[in-house]
C-alpha cells in the first residue's frame, strides 16, 4: 500500500516538473505572469513596475549601438525602460556589470541557441518594444549591453552612473 501511495505521489511530482518546464520555454509569458523578484544584485534588482519614478526611452539599431549611450540614475531609482529595436536584426539589453557582460556574451557565443530571461534583460525582435523595470539600489558605474554574437564587440554598449541621493 505504502508503494503506491509513494507512487502517486511521484507522479505528481513529475507532472508538476514537466509543468514548470513547459512554463520555462515562455520566457516572455513568464515575465508578466509572476511577481516581481526580490532578489539583489551587485547592479541592483527587479523593479515593482508601480514604484517607478520615470520612463527611460533607450533605442537599438543595427548600426551596433544604444541612443542614449550613457544615463546617470540616483541611488534607490526605479526606472522603466522601453526598449524599442528599429533594426532588422534581433537585439537585446542586458543589464550588468562590464565583467559580468562580458563573460555573458562568451558564453552565448560557445552557446548560441541558448534561450533564457531575466528581470535584467529585454529582448527585442525588430521593430517590436519591450518593457523592463529596474531598480539602482547601489553607488557605481554598470553598463548595459546587447548579448546577440558580435554585437557587444561591434559597440553595442552602454553606461548607467548610479549617483547618491
Ligand atoms: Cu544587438
Known amino acids: 500500500m505504502k508503494t503506491i501511495r509513494n507512487t502517486v505521489l511521484l507522479g505528481v511530482a513529475l507532472v508538476f516538473a514537466q509543468a514548470a518546464i513547459a512554463h520555462g520555454e515562455k520566457p516572455h ?3 508578466e505572469a509572476r511577481p516581481v523578484s526580490t532578489e539583489e544584485t551587485v547592479f541592483g534588482r527587479e523593479g515593482d513596475p508601480r514604484k517607478a519614478s520615470r520612463t527611460i526611452d533607450v533605442g537599438m539599431s ?3 549601438r544604444f541612443t542614449p549611450a550613457e544615463l546617470t540614475i540616483k541611488q534607490g531609482e526605479t526606472v522603466r525602460f522601453r526598449v524599442k529595436n528599429s533594426g532588422q536584426a534581433m537585439h537585446e539589453m542586458v543589464l550588468g556589470t562590464m565583467d559580468e557582460l562580458r563573460k555573458h556574451a562568451e558564453m552565448m557565443k560557445k552557446h548560441p541557441g541558448m534561450e533564457h530571461d531575466e528581470p535584467y534583460m529585454a529582448h527585442v525582435s525588430p521593430g517590436k518594444a519591450e518593457t523592463m523595470v529596474w ?3 547601489k553607488v ?6 546587447c548579448l546577440v554574437p558580435g554585437h557587444l564587440e ?4 552602454g553606461k548607467v552612473k548610479v549617483v547618491s541621493r
Open 29 to 31: 509569458a513568464r515575465k
Open 140 to 145: 557605481g558605474e554598470f553598463h548595459y549591453g
Open 154 to 157: 561591434a559597440g553595442m554598449i
Open 62 to 64: 543595427d548600426k551596433m
Open 135 to 137: 531598480q539602482f539600489t
